[in-house]
């Protein structure tokens, strides 16, 4: 077994140094390799008396992908924090997705470090992560540390971290290779606690010959330990890094028995190994016992874990062990790697396993698969390492299996042009592989293609790819099982956002509730998310043909749950959630509640800094567009608009929602004084399209600006007589509004008032406010009789939006929780301002009147009323008949 290794001394001052730049923000430790770094953040953190709360942060080698790095960072906040009971929130950790967004990430650890309360951040090896964004990200986190919060950086050399605002203000500490350089004294004790009798200028030479450096002194150390020559050892102590390593290679190898170092080297080409795996490489049982023997030796490995069953070695070591494999063993080399990624292979570590075979030099087999399990490392967000992978084959090995996996890492950055030639290469490849390679590359194939198609609005493509995926993936193995669902439910939501985009929306449902269902059986959340993202975008149009009481409630009920998922796996603003962040954003929009729709408007946005495609991009403008104009911003919605049709014009196929859009466009262009040109642009139009009821509302709107109050009725007659096709019912309260104010402009009130009534009518279901605020229907209201309407509180509403008044957030707020009233409660009050009389205000409920009397009672308990006027009068005062915005 390994020998005794040197023992750690006490380097009070040094520790006493880390601890007094600890009151500070940051402090930076960077030095070379082995100059006893982490030997220090152990010293402090044990040091007796003192307990500290750690969020220790260990770097891999060579860390690509900067989504790894932030997963580590909760964790080990997260961690720090359930050690100790401060926290029992138990929330799941985010899984990782194609679509990450680090800033969003770096809000989330800011949060949880300020709920902590003095934790301490320590990230170890800081070096190794080459993730280019990174470091910016990490500045922003380091600069904005909350009070009573640490950070420790540890690194062989400097990263480039803007932290000198800090150094400025004296809040950045910084522990340089000079600061750790063992000075003479720590040198003999070292000797001495080793155990190692030599001589004061045998000392002080090994000090001379290692400049202080703690790896060359252990390294020195460990050989000393029984060596029958000690001074001869130190006089013969080498110069140059080279010739330190060989000899010191030499000398811990040669005193180790022959098996520990036939597993040392075997081993030393893995990034971290276990006793399963090293019994692989060796051919031999209980490498387990080795590997913690040699670490409970301080032999440079260490445990990865706190179960001590996954090993590294210090990676100084490694890369020597590697250079000795090499020298040693150079036949075997390949073989030991091709050992490695079949047993990766086996425990679903692909990358793991693709690197191996790479380093094998077996590029077709590496190839092949990367191919073969390219689609579920981007589901699984790995789309960064696989484009590493991709990167690490020679420019002579650029074999067609991989233009699937290029294909597939262009359509996760939107590259869409370019992700359809990978795929035609792919598909040309295809055609000469085997039977079985041909039908798994071909479902590959046709999913992207579906993918492609959706992303550039080409829904016939949609459809057609889908028959591909009728039949089932030949032979029946767990990995084609596998993959064939997560193909299959890529697939159903691909389908089910086309036809949501098309309005198919029965099929677009129940295709989205599949494409769920099955990704939550296969346990692949981000496509879970995914789709239930899109079934919120569908719902919104789902029976929009006619209004249903509460469906805009129910449309924003289902968004909050996909966001609600979305964010236990930290996705909560990926491009994956946009669809129902785009879709609740705009509810709000239709509901008059302008300030809470442009919040989620602007977390929208974030969710979108990394997608270009044109499709989710149109809807974000024209949402924005909706808010402006409900805000009267007519300027800044016209511009609005006009970016979202020129990004239809991207899509390939026609885009259900296009004539609203175009509607709204034209109609805006003439409130702004722009008729002439509104009507050239409607006169363009082909006949099908200027025929939907959305463009007769536009002609109409031209038509009042140009002082043609008559022309309007007749753009509106087929409209309003149901012959011309609409999107929805929206359409026609729009229509009824601008035949309102037709008539008020001909002289005719009683008219103007029963169209402003059939609006408020068809409105009063889900409590519509857009369309009143999109026509300027503020005067039209205005002079309705109150006691003419059955819609009193939804037009009081509709008035303290148009008039500029803000609604509240939360109505209920002045009351005591326990005196909420229930959305039951909430919708009777809503009748009490007008004159139906309870039977009347039951039938409207669809309920009894002893029940319609139950719910008065209680709803004069809970407001502190004795009748129905006070009742009114106390609702108003708490804004509590804006039903809308109930919850």
């Known amino acids: 077994m390994p020998p005794a290794a040197p023992r750690l001394i006490d380097r009070d001052d040094l520790v006493a140094a880390l601890d007094h730049a600890a009151a500070g923000k940051v402090t930076v430790i960077s030095a070379p390799a082995g100059s006893g770094k982490t030997s220090l953040l152990r010293a402090w953190a044990d040091r007796p008396g003192q307990p500290r709360r750690l969020a220790l942060v260990q770097v891999p080698r060579g860390q690509q992908d900067a989504q790894q790095f932030w997963l580590a960072v909760l964790g080990a906040v997260r961690h720090a924090t359930d050690a100790d009971g401060s926290s029992d929130s138990g929330e799941a950790l985010p899984a990782a997705t194609p679509d990450f967004d680090a800033s969003a990430m770096v809000d989330r650890v800011l949060s949880e470090l300020a709920d902590a309360h003095g934790v301490t951040l320590v990230i170890d090896d800081l070096h190794e992560l080459l993730s280019p964004e990174t470091p910016t990200q990490l500045t922003r986190l380091l600069t ?241 390492t696989m484009q590493a992978l991709v990167r690490a084959f020679p420019p002579g090995e650029d074999r067609p299996e991989l233009a699937l996996v290029r294909a597939m890492g262009d359509l996760v950055q939107g590259r869409l042009d370019e992700a359809a030639a990978h795929l035609a290469v792919a598909e040309t490849y295809a055609a000469t592989t085997t039977p079985e390679r041909r039908r798994r590359l071909g479902v590959a194939i046709a999913s992207l293609q579906l993918s492609l198609a959706r992303r550039r609005g080409h829904l016939a493509g949609v459809v057609e790819n889908v028959r591909f995926l009728d039949s089932p993936v030949s032979g029946q193995s767990d990995e084609d099982i596998a993959l064939d669902n997560d193909l299959r439910a890529v697939a159903l939501m691909n389908l089910g956002t086309a036809e949501a985009w098309s309005l198919g929306l029965p099929d677009a449902v129940r295709h989205l509730r599949e494409g769920a269902v099955l990704a939550r059986e296969i346990g692949r959340p981000y496509l879970e998310v995914g789709c239930l993202a899109q079934l919120s975008f569908a719902y919104i149009f789902h029976g929009a043909d006619m209004p249903k009481i509460d469906a805009w409630a129910t449309t924003q009920r289902r968004c909050r749950e996909a966001i609600e998922l979305a964010e236990r796996y930290g996705w909560g603003t990926e491009p ?66 006009g970016t979202a049709e020129h990004l239809v014009s991207r899509l390939e196929g026609s885009w259900a929602l296009a004539s609203q859009m175009t509607g709204w466009l034209l109609a805006t262009q003439a409130r702004l004084g722009l ?128 008039h500029g008044s803000s609604p509240a957030a939360e109505e209920q707020a002045a009351l005591p929780p326990a005196e909420e009233l229930s959305p039951t409660e909430l919708r009777v009050l809503r009748f009490l301002p007008t004159n139906l009389s309870r039977p009347e205000i039951a039938s409207e409920l669809s309920v009894s009147p002893n029940t319609v009397s139950t719910h008065l009672r209680s709803i004069y308990a809970k407001l502190q009323v004795r009748d129905r006027s006070s009742a009114v009068k106390r609702a108003r005062e708490l804004r509590l008949l804006a039903g809308r915005r109930t919850r």
């Open 144 to 384: 904005s540390l909350p009070s009573q919060t640490h950070a420790i950086l540890t690194m062989r050399h400097d990263v480039r971290l803007r932290l000198h605002r800090l150094r400025l203000t004296g809040e950045l500490a910084e522990i340089r290779a000079a600061d750790l350089r063992f000075s003479e004294r720590e040198t003999r004790e070292l000797l001495n606690v080793s155990g190692i009798a030599l001589s004061d200028s045998g000392a002080a030479l090994l000090h001379r010959r290692t400049e202080g450096w703690a790896a060359g002194l252990r390294l020195a150390a460990l050989s000393l330990v029984g060596h029958p020559d000690p001074e001869r050892f130190v006089a013969e102590f080498s110069g140059s890094d080279r010739t330190v390593a060989e000899y010191l290679i030499a000398e811990m190898l040669e005193r180790q028995p022959p098996d520990v170092q036939d597993l040392l080297l075997r081993t030393s080409l893995l990034d971290r190994v276990n006793g399963e795996l090293a019994d692989l490489l060796t051919g031999r049982p209980s490498s387990e016992q080795v590997l913690l023997s040699l670490e409970d030796a301080n032999a440079f490995v260490e445990s990865l874990n706190p179960e001590r069953t996954w090993f590294r070695y210090h990676h100084l070591f490694a890369d020597l062990l590697r250079l000795e494999l090499r020298r040693t063993l150079p036949e075997e080399v390949p073989a030991l790697h091709r050992r490695a990624a079949g047993w990766f292979t086996l425990q679903g570590q692909v990358a793991e396993a693709v690197r191996h075979t790479q380093a094998a030099g077996a590029w077709a087999d590496a190839a092949l698969l990367l191919a073969d399990h390219a689609f579920s490392l981007t589901l699984d967000g790995q789309a960064q």
């Open 576 to 641: 994956v959630i946009a669809p129902a962040l785009m879709t609740l954003a705009g509810t709000m929009v239709w509901l008059g509640e302008f300030d809470e729709g442009e919040r989620w408007l602007r977390r929208t946005e974030r969710a979108l800094r990394t997608d270009t495609g044109p499709d989710i991009r149109l809807l974000l403008h024209q949402t924005a567009a909706m808010l402006h104009a409900g805000r009267g911003r007519r300027r800044e919605a016209l511009e609005e608009f």
């Open 675 to 802: 008729p002439g040109e509104a009507r050239s642009a409607l006169a363009a139009l082909d006949d099908e399209r200027a025929g939907s009821g959305e463009l007769h509302n536009a002609r109409a709107a031209i038509c009042l600006t140009e002082g043609d109050p008559a022309g309007a009725l007749g753009a509106l007659h087929d409209v309003l007589g149901g012959t011309a096709p609409v999107l929805g019912y929206v359409t026609v309260v729009e229509a009824h509004l601008l035949a309102g104010l037709a008539h008020r402009e001909l002289g005719d009130q009683r008219a103007a008032n029963q169209a402003a009534e059939q609006a408020l009518a068809l409105a009063e279901s889900n409590r519509l406010v857009l369309p009143f605020a999109m026509t300027g229907s503020a005067e039209l209201l205005e002079a309705l009789p109150r006691h003419q309407t059955a819609h009193a509180a939804l037009l009081d509403d509709i008035l303290d939006v148009l």
